[in-house]
């Protein structure tokens, strides 16, 4: 440990009613002219009968402002998503501006989900066409609209940085002023876009639309939210997960000036207070008695012995192919435990959510990672109709999959708290990072069983992979998502192998427990890239071959463009093998969200203690479209995947109850721990994938097997520091 | 009572004595671009300048500091912190940008002291302030880049 001494722009125009909508294939657009700004103006929008569907405004001053459908937590699809309307209206980058698009399925669903959403690192995938379709429109609008102004063919019309111009009457005219003639304009219903070979700002980098407003303190989040009379409210939540309220004595926290008052919800004792730090004081002084009855009372340890008898089982088969019977005669057999823990994802930002009531309806402020399911959920604990409630998406400060609730929690209990406090009024409700670390929804803990076996030769012949953990989705609205019963967020990445591994099962074990559990950065390929490239790495090892060369040789195939990025990675590492100038190397690969990406990991022995010097990061997505984004989310996801890697660990102590709670025992990476990234962009011509989790799985493994390189040192449990005995 | 200097206004705050100066910012000055992170001095998303140096607001009760000169992230002004401004912006160096106000204010914090850091004296200012985004490589790149700014 270190020792430590003691807006974005909101202006939502008030539109005027010239917005037109355009039907079919998801495209929705709307030109108008602003008048006022205001927050919540979005909403109130939304709402209006005339002007719902709008992706793109164009402003009298030539500012062209797109309503970002996912939220910016930090991963870009403010600058991404107007990249691509930008891009087909042939505007300026200056000109660009973004904001949060509110909450409304209809408008703004996630076309990956059917429902508004971010999550699955979908946000650009399932933009791409959207949204250039989108620019094609408005600019397809704006060139009609100054054909009939200056009475000249469409067609002798061009659009280049923000000016439509008519080279032979010499005529140009930015947006803004041809924006009301435009928006009179017929909206073309399938307009052409561009063919890739024309882009001039996909796959160049330009400043993100975020960067100021985030380095100067003005950009506004769910925290920095104030209004007229509002509470702050702080809940006191079950020590352990499953219990709930037996009894309580307000009398203490009633009794610290500025509380208002105490209300019990169904997560907890909910105290209301003028400001944050009596809110804090008034729960300090509850007293609860809390009913245990049904909570997890075993420890990590527990646990994982729990997972590991139930790994030994087999599973349900998830996918199986061949005969493992192969291994009974292999010349080598190997065997491996894998052991990984919960994981709280610990935004910097902790959870937040502004909720106001007035005259039976509700209008709430927040992150808001999945709007579809926030809303409905909000609205049951107000106990109204959907409909009368409407959601302001802030920017997040991260969520890394936190904010992203299937179960919708926070908004519920967002919206028990105004129902308890039995009156209109505006309430902010805050988790503090104690709330946050032992609040749930974790990253579920997980065994992986690994068997294999080599031939005489030192060939792959077989390959039994049993992974042991808690469905994700089971019991939440995802539940529909899975598929016979299998939970695909619980083993995938130990599915559908790149490689040749001979005879192959892989089994699923599904076991039960009160804690809440969540997808996590990555997701199942939190463990099982972990299991997979550590284990794989090992066999090779085995089998006398080079990490690189034999990965490269077990490949199948039509694993082209795993291909791809292990060449690039290796090349761009010059590679040399495990170890070079008493430094260990490890190499990892991984697919997941549709991006391959390939990592190698320059470790330095520290007193015991892998300290990571230098990674390399070899990264396909498809068209690049931000690459200076790209890059950014390899460097963040490689960090965020090395300090959980070597420190991070949520346990349960003998009891059910958490051991960590804050960040003195829950440990996170700082810059004197950052290594040296270098990230190469494969060029491709394929649709775009997302980055903000694939830089995650390879980051790992790759430690794990530079260290066992270094060392002789195997790793089958995580974090590296500390690990629970 | 405790009064206060905070960017350049004096002010005056007569609740609990033991608020945390964070809170007295945020929810009374509404200066928000000083941020939450933990509460216990771990993250540094809270810095603030004391009497020119740097602080964590979260831990420092409003009682401590009567009479102190506080600046927040509203509030910096001067060559230090335009420089790292603008280094930040001229690579893009937020992700979410909760903790950036904190790193904007160590780093400028830092050049104030020393105007052409080391890698180590960046490690050593700034490894009291968190990045869960782990845009550590750009922050320290940032930095060198303001510093050779200020250098003319």
Redesign the interface.
């Known amino acids: 440990m270190?020792d430590?001494?003691?807006r974005m722009p909101t202006g939502l125009a008030n539109p005027t009613r010239r917005g037109f909508l355009a039907g079919g294939a998801g495209l929705t657009l709307a030109l108008m002219l602003p008048l006022s700004g205001g927050r919540g103006a979005a909403v109130a929008q939304a709402q209006a009968p005339f002007a719902p569907n709008a992706f793109i405004r164009i402003a009298a001053d030539d500012t062209v402002t797109v309503l970002i459908k996912h939220i910016e937590?930090?991963?870009?699809p403010y600058t991404g998503l107007a990249t691509l309307v930008a891009e087909e209206l042939d505007a300026d980058w200056s000109q660009m501006r973004a904001e949060g698009a509110p909450g409304n399925d209809a408008l703004y669903a996630n076309l990956a989900f059917g429902a508004q959403g971010t999550g699955g690192s979908t946000a650009m995938a399932n933009s791409y066409m959207q949204m250039r379709k989108a620019g094609a429109a408005a600019r397809a609008m704006l060139v009609a609209a100054a054909a009939v102004e200056w009475g000249v063919p469409i067609g002798e019309i061009t659009v280049a940085k923000g000016i439509v111009s008519h080279a032979a009457s010499g005529r140009s005219s930015g947006f803004g002023a041809l924006a009301q003639g435009a928006a009179a304009m017929e909206v073309p219903a399938d307009p052409p876009v561009k063919d890739p070979a024309q882009f001039t700002l996909i796959g160049t980098d330009r400043?993100?639309l975020?960067?100021?407003?985030?380095?100067?303190?003005?950009?506004?989040?769910t925290?920095?939210v104030?209004r007229d009379g509002m509470l702050?409210v702080l809940i006191a939540h079950p020590l352990r997960f499953g219990a709930v309220v037996a009894s309580y004595d307000d009398s203490a926290a009633l009794a610290v000036?500025?509380v208002e008052m105490v209300r019990q919800i169904p997560s907890g004792i909910a105290v209301y207070a003028t400001?944050?730090?009596?809110a804090m004081?008034g729960r300090e002084a509850l007293v609860v008695q809390w009913d245990d009855s049904a909570a997890e009372l075993r420890s990590s340890a527990e646990l994982y012995d729990m997972l590991s008898s139930e790994a030994k089982t087999g599973g349900r088969v998830v996918q199986e192919s061949g005969d493992l019977a192969a291994l009974d005669g292999a010349a080598t057999l190997h065997e491996a435990k894998f052991r990984f823990p919960y994981l709280a994802h610990?935004?910097?930002?902790?959870l937040d959510a502004v909720i106001e009531v007035k005259a039976g309806k509700a209008e709430m402020w927040f992150g808001s990672q999945f709007p579809s399911f926030d809303k409905p959920a909000a609205a049951a604990a107000l106990g109204f109709a959907p409909e009368d409630v409407a959601i302001n998406v802030l920017?997040?400060?991260?969520?890394?999959g936190r904010r992203a609730q299937g179960s919708a929690h926070l908004a519920a209990e967002a919206g028990a708290v105004a129902k308890a406090a039995g009156r209109d009024g505006c309430f902010k409700v805050v988790w503090?990072?104690e709330d946050d670390l032992r609040g749930g929804y974790y990253r579920p803990v997980t065994v992986h069983r690994m068997r294999a076996g080599l031939d005489a030769a030192g060939a792959l012949i077989g390959w039994d992979n049993t992974v042991a953990n808690q469905s994700i989705m089971a019991g939440t609205p995802m539940e529909a998502m899975m598929q016979n019963g299998l939970d695909p967020t619980s083993y995938e990445g130990a599915n559908d192998l790149p490689y040749n591994v001979g005879a192959h099962r892989l089994g699923w074990a599904q076991v039960q427990s009160p804690v809440s559990v969540l997808w996590w950065r990555s997701v199942g390929h939190t463990h099982t890239a972990f299991a997979v490239e550590v284990f794989l790495d090992e066999l090779l090892e085995k089998a006398g071959k080079d990490p690189v060369q034999g990965r490269l040789d077990l490949l199948k195939p039509e694993a082209v463009r795993e291909r791809g990025v292990i060449e690039a990675v290796a090349k761009l590492a010059n590679w040399r093998g495990r170890t070079a100038d008493g430094k260990g190397y490890g190499f990892a690969f991984a697919k997941s969200f549709g991006t391959y990406v390939a990592e190698v990991v320059e470790v330095e022995d520290r007193g015991g203690f892998p300290h990571v010097t230098r990674v390399w990061c070899a990264v396909d997505c498809g068209i690049a479209v931000n690459p200076?984004?790209i890059r950014?989310?390899m460097?963040?996801?490689?960090?965020?995947a090395?300090?959980t890697a070597l420190f991070s660990e949520i346990t349960l102590e003998p009891g059910g109850t958490v051991a960590q709670g804050?960040?003195?025992s829950y440990r996170?990476?700082?810059?004197?721990e950052?290594p040296?990234?270098e990230v190469e962009i494969i060029a491709s011509a394929a649709d775009p994938t997302g980055v903000g989790e694939p830089g995650v799985p390879a980051l790992a493994p790759a430690l794990a097997n530079a260290w066992r390189g270094l060392t002789g040192t195997a790793t089958y449990q995580l974090p590296f520091a500390a690990p629970l005995s | 009572m405790t009064k206060l200097i905070v960017n350049g206004k004096e002010v005056t705050f007569d609740g609990d004595p033991d608020t945390p100066l964070l809170w007295v910012l945020r929810d009374d000055l509404r200066l928000t671009g000083t941020k939450f992170g933990c509460g216990i001095a771990q993250c540094g998303a809270c810095t603030v300048m004391l009497d020119g140096m740097p602080r964590r607001s979260c831990v420092t009760p409003i009682s401590t500091v009567e009479g102190s000169e506080v600046t927040t992230i509203e509030g910096m002004q001067g060559p230090e912190v335009q420089a790292v401004q603008a280094a930040w912006a001229g690579i893009d160096v937020p992700q979410c940008g909760w903790c950036q106000s904190g790193q904007v204010m160590s780093a400028a914090a830092l050049l104030q002291v020393i105007s052409s850091p080391t890698d180590e004296d960046i490690d050593n200012a700034m490894a009291g302030n968190v990045c869960r985004c782990a845009t550590y490589v750009r922050i320290r790149e940032a930095i060198h880049t303001a510093a050779k700014t200020l250098e003319g």
């Open positions: 270190t430590h001494d003691t937590m930090g991963q870009g400043p993100r975020d960067t100021v407003a985030k380095s100067n303190g003005t950009a506004q989040f925290m920095d104030y702050t000036p500025g400001g944050t730090y009596a004081k610990a935004p910097m930002e902790p920017l997040a400060g991260g969520s890394f503090t990072r200076n984004i950014a989310q460097e963040g996801g490689i960090g965020y090395l300090g804050n960040f003195d996170m990476l700082r810059i004197n950052m040296a990234v």
